[in-house]
């Protein structure tokens, strides 16, 4: 039995992460690959607490990713040859995506970049950036 191709797939559901798809299911297609649909969820950084609120447990919002990753999928990776993975991961998102391919020795990565410059990039950081630095296997950065 021939051992299955893997390509990680991370998407935050946003219209710049959608950028990807034609290039995760030509990839997937071209190198016979299963495609590992990742998203990431973190606690929320509370940095002035309210007194009585209810703030989402990880729990809750593992659940909550999950349900948007089943959604995303079935909308947009169906029809592929091979089954499509879902796998929520927990942490800082360019680790974990980087451990994950690792993990399953992913044949690529294939995510979008949101194209944040300046300021923004100083403050929000790159996930796509430190994919690309850290990754052990090919990454394919797709512009929004």
């Given at each position: 039995?021939?051992?299955?191709k ?10 710049a ?5 034609d290039?995760?299911?030509r ?8 495609v590992h649909?990742?998203t ?9 607490p ?6 989402p ?15 995303f ?12 993975q ?12 980087v451990?994950?391919?690792a ?6 990565i ?16 790159s ?9 052990k ?5 797709i512009?929004a």
């Open positions: 039995m021939a051992d299955t893997s390509l990680v797939f991370p998407t935050d559901f946003s219209e992460s959608r950028a990807a798809l290039w995760v299911k990839m997937a297609d071209t190198l016979g690959a299963t649909c990742v990431c969820v973190h606690s929320p950084v509370i940095l002035q309210t007194v009585g609120a209810v703030y447990t990880m729990e809750d919002l593992r659940g909550e990713a999950e349900k948007r990753l089943d959604d999928t079935r909308e947009y990776l169906t029809g592929l040859a091979q089954p499509v879902r796998i929520v991961l927990s942490g800082r998102p360019a680790d974990e995506i451990s994950y391919a993990e399953i020795s992913a044949e690529m294939v995510m979008a970049t949101h194209g944040h410059s300046g300021l923004a990039h100083i403050i929000i950081g996930t796509t950036e430190n994919v690309l630095r850290h990754a296997c090919p990454v394919l950065s512009r």
